[in-house]
């Protein structure tokens, strides 16, 4: 690899606003709130407003679409037009 060109990770937080949930990883993001961290050091902390601890593909709770209903809501709502 070439030497110079690539960004530089450093520890950061991940807050997720919707469950609570925090994450301490590496990113090339950086950011100027902070937070201490269970270890006691402090970290920057960047919010995202869902994550793998928030979102419904993840935690299972997706919501599940009534598409038969949809049709029949716009077979009657159209009823007798075109016919």
Do not use: C
């Amino acid at each position: 690899m070439k030497s110079g060109i690539h960004p530089e990770y450093a520890p950061i937080v991940f807050r997720d606003l919707a469950s609570g949930a925090t994450f301490l990883t590496r990113s090339t993001v950086g950011s100027d709130k902070t937070i201490e961290w269970e270890d006691g050091n402090t970290y920057p902390v960047i919010d995202v407003e869902i994550s793998s601890e928030s979102h419904p593909f993840y935690t299972g709770k997706q919501r599940i679409m009534d598409s038969a209903g949809r049709v029949e809501k716009f077979k009657n709502r159209y009823k007798g037009f075109g016919s």
